[in-house]
């Protein structure tokens, strides 16, 4: 009997550690391929130069259209969805009673949100700036990825929200808090929650073409209005890795090394003022 | 981290005495009833709650204790499904009148709960979160208040030095403490406790006890605690709920020595809890 949980604990153990190593194995993989195909293309001129003429065909440039046009898509978007998405959390957990209908059909429509894929984003995005009128431009671009990042902010702050113990609302509210003022210490504990969700929202939005596609547009230049269109670092990828010239698709692998590199200072500094905020005072 | 500001306090800063001290406190239940759901939790409940003593209520878990001492400070406006009928007069206002302000029962009652609660703040800042929020602003008076009522639970030698580090450092004993001293800093003039001793070690328990003896003086105080032991240790008066009920109540003395009803009598005598 001693015999058969030892066996069972061994084998559970090792499936745990063989998934981990796949896993491990798979992130390895992908960014040693990235970084051994574009490291040798990854050159300053890539991150500081627009394209130059010929670009996709293997003539000077860089990819800074698109560095720009992708920091300011996701920046926008992340404002947009942020204001949306904190107020509607803290209103469905603290306004509306436990258990309400009212909040769970919220809850369900944006897990249906959720898993709505991006390119039905971009159509609809596409569709709604015909409607008003916009041309793929920044602002057609920002709307559209807040749509879609809007579902992923809101359900992971909301799942942190619900985790939340009564104890510290029930405290706040005996000390004479109105609603509004213990929200205002309640975001505070919930700080890194609300830092993770902005993570997942910005990992996904600032990797997606299908959504700017259509919407945001593409160009050479770096969009100096919202009404610009404005490129992005994964339809340059998409480009570049289209051009039959070889070194322009090691150039689309070394844009993937600075998407990669983005990701980690949003995250890094996301992180770091998180933690810093939460030490300070009111 | 670096910065210390507790000795840029004058260390010889004396205590003034408590500014609250209350006229004509006075809480009277008539006729409570309490609905969770279709659950009938408090039965027809008619209590005095004698003024500057502490009151102790005991009784069984699911008695519906600590759900009385939540009718007291309106914590079930935050659940719609309860449903109370009955008047509570506290200072001979009927705290469930449409005219009454909830934030102002609430500043009436300082709530000690089961578990310490500090708020993701500083030492400081939580002991001050009261006073600021209702209007505190002066720089001097907010470091006066925090430090009177962080000396008052006796937790000033213990943290002067630390007081901008997080309040979640504290030891849960520490924190009991600072959960007492920011519920003070509202200047209630009622001081309900809900277990408030049932998560901490023994000598915690009994600073925690001394003070509640401390504020007495002052403040009127309704402890629920379900160790019979520290309601005879502590209280003056006692209250007995069983099944949504009260079946006794009188001073300590009179109901641990000549209980009057049965139930009381098994319950005292451990045939039930």
């Not at chain 1, 041309?135 to 879609?148: H, N, P």
């Not at chain 2, 009833?33 to 939790?41: M, N, P, R, S």
């Not at chain 2, 609430?106 to 000690?112: E, H, N, S, Y």
């Not at chain 2, 943290?159 to 849960?172: D, E, M």
């Amino acid at each position: 009997m001693v015999n058969i949980k030892r066996q069972e604990e061994r084998f559970f153990k090792a499936l745990m550690i063989i998934s981990a190593v796949f896993i491990m194995s798979i992130l390895l993989y992908i960014t040693g391929t990235i970084i051994y195909k574009g490291l040798p293309s990854l050159t300053w001129d890539m991150i500081l130069k627009l394209p130059g003429g010929g670009f996709y065909l293997g003539k000077e440039g860089g990819v800074l259209n698109a560095i720009v046009g992708s920091v300011y898509i996701i920046l926008g978007s992340l404002i947009i969805s942020t204001f949306l998405s904190v107020p509607l959390v803290m209103y469905i957990n603290f306004y509306l009673p436990k258990n309400s209908v009212f909040a769970n059909v919220i809850r369900f429509s944006f897990d249906i949100l959720f898993g709505v894929p991006s390119i039905v984003y971009g159509a609809f995005g596409f569709a709604l700036m015909v409607y008003l009128g916009i041309r793929a431009s920044l602002l057609g671009g920002i709307l559209t990825v807040a749509m879609l990042i809007l579902p992923i902010m809101m359900r992971s702050f909301d799942e942190v929200t619900r985790l939340l113990s009564r104890d510290l609302p029930d405290a706040l509210l005996s000390l004479g808090s109105t609603k509004y003022e213990m929200i205002k210490v309640i975001i505070r504990q919930l700080m890194p929650g609300l830092v993770t969700a902005i993570l997942l929202a910005v990992g996904r939005g600032i990797g997606d073409a299908a959504t700017v596609l259509f919407t945001a547009g593409y160009t050479d230049n770096i969009p100096s209005a919202l009404n610009q269109p404005a490129a992005t670092l994964p339809l340059s990828i998409f480009f570049q890795l289209g051009s039959p010239v070889e070194e322009v698709q090691n150039r689309a692998y070394a844009s993937a090394i600075i998407l990669t590199i983005i990701i980690l200072i949003l995250s890094f500094s996301a992180r770091y003022f998180s933690s810093k905020y939460s030490k300070d005072k009111i | 981290m670096a910065e210390s500001p507790g000795n840029s306090y004058q260390d010889s800063y004396v205590v003034s005495p408590l500014k609250k001290i209350a006229s004509n406190q006075s809480i009277n239940v008539e006729n409570l009833d309490v609905f969770i759901g279709d659950q009938h939790i408090l039965k027809d409940i008619n209590l005095d709650i004698p003024e500057k003593s502490i009151t102790c209520i005991i009784g069984p878990s699911g008695c519906g204790k600590s759900t009385f001492l939540k009718t007291l400070n309106r914590m079930h406006d935050e659940t719609p499904e309860v449903k109370i009928k009955g008047k509570v007069y506290v200072d001979d206002e009927n705290i469930y009148s449409s005219k009454v302000n909830v934030i102002d029962i609430r500043k009436k009652m300082g709530l000690l709960a089961q578990r310490p609660c500090p708020l993701p703040m500083s030492i400081f800042d939580n002991v001050a979160y009261g006073p600021r929020i209702h209007g505190l602003t002066k720089r001097k008076a907010i470091n006066q208040t925090v430090i009177q009522y962080l000396q008052y639970v006796g937790l000033w030698d213990e943290v002067r030095g630390r007081v901008r580090t997080p309040a979640t450092r504290l030891s849960i004993g520490q924190q009991q403490r600072l959960c007492l001293a920011r519920g003070l800093a509202i200047e209630p003039e009622y001081i309900l406790g809900d277990e408030a001793t049932s998560a901490l070690d023994p000598i915690s328990t009994k600073k925690i006890e001394e003070l509640f003896l401390k504020l007495k003086e002052k403040y009127t105080i309704i402890l629920v605690t379900h160790t019979l032991r520290q309601a005879k240790r502590i209280a003056d008066y006692i209250v007995f709920m069983y099944m949504g009920e009260i079946i006794e109540n009188g001073q300590t003395d009179e109901f641990f020595n000549h209980p009057k009803n049965q139930l009381t009598k098994d319950y005292l005598t451990g045939s039930f809890s």
